[in-house]
Nanobody, 118 residues
Framework: QVQLVESGGGLVQAGGSLRLSCAAS??????????MGWYRRTPGKPRELVAT???????NYADSVKGRFTISRDNAKNTLYLQMNSLKPEDTAVYYC??????????WGQGTQVTVSS
């Protein structure tokens, strides 16, 4: 069971940028062997997929963030990143990191608040 520790959330003005980090530990698997993703949740709405990256390096993005957000990983540091540019107030949410190992066991981070002001 992998543990995920997030950082990088905060308050930013519209048009600004943030980078979220998700450090993985406690697993025999490195993140390059796992599927990783970022999700977000706002009150009254279901959790939404933001971006994913497979063990093979393929990425997918929600249409609402495509062209603005980039998901990446640093395998040596066992860390997943979400670079968020051109932020909009609609991006305000709690963002969660998720990892799935080769046995299909999933783990979630604690969530970090991102607030974009207008």
């Amino acid at each position: 069971q992998v543990q995920l520790v997030e950082s990088g959330g905060g308050l930013v003005q519209a048009g600004g940028s943030l980078r979220l980090s998700c450090a993985a530990s406690g697993s025999i698997f490195s993140i390059n062997a796992m599927g990783m993703g970022w999700y977000r949740r706002t009150p009254g709405k279901p959790r939404e997929l933001v971006a994913t990256i497979t063990s093979g390096g393929s990425t997918n993005y929600a249409d609402s963030v495509k062209g603005r957000f980039t998901i990446s990983r640093d395998n040596a540091k066992n860390t997943l990143y979400l670079q968020m540019n051109s932020l909009k107030p609609e991006d305000t949410a709690v963002y969660y990191c998720r990892a799935e190992d080769p046995y299909l066991r999933a783990a979630w981070g604690q969530g970090t608040q991102v607030t974009v002001s207008s």
